[in-house]
């Protein structure tokens, strides 16, 4: 059996401004490592897909993830994505082209608070920044540096 990649994914989407943030932070064999981004003119649930579609991106078929977020749309992914041809219809083409991804992989989902010094909290912060940032600049993705990721509260 391998390992479990650990992951924490958040998101954070103003609705006035149309604008979306979001960050990941991940842990496996290889180290932590994570990565923000955010883009304008985009629903909530571009943003969750956005989010979990970037932090999914790289593991090989098959792998084990255990995933904690606080965010309702990212909790509620596999769900809205198996229903997508249920839903709202401006959503369902944003769910259904979620399906390939959760479905290679054995993903986990748990409910996490954004207590102080854990990875919710921080990734949540970058997920904040990463919306302000696409808001004054547009699109943008960025690997979280190294010397950030020593803060960001994940325990062996």
């Given at each position: ?94 769910w259904?082209?979620l ?48 010397s ?9």
């Open positions: 059996m391998s390992d479990i990649i650990r992951l924490w994914v958040e998101t954070s989407h103003h609705s006035a401004f149309r604008c979306g943030g979001w960050a990941f932070v991940r842990t496996d064999r290889g180290g932590i490592a994570g990565k923000a981004g955010g883009e304008r003119n985009l629903s909530a649930a571009a943003t969750a897909r956005d989010a979990l579609l970037q932090a999914l991106s790289g593991f090989p078929t098959g792998a084990a993830i255990r995933l904690a977020s606080a965010s309702p749309l990212i909790l509620r992914a596999p769900s809205l994505a198996a229903a997508a041809d249920q839903g709202p219809p401006e959503d369902a083409a944003i259904a082209s399906r390939p991804a959760l479905a290679a992989y054995a993903i986990t989902f748990e409910a996490a608070t954004a207590a102080p010094r854990t990875p919710v909290a921080f990734t949540a912060a970058w997920a904040e920044q990463g919306r302000d940032k696409a808001k004054a600049r547009g699109a943008f993705a960025a690997v979280i540096p190294r950030n990721l020593a803060n960001a509260g994940v325990r062996p």
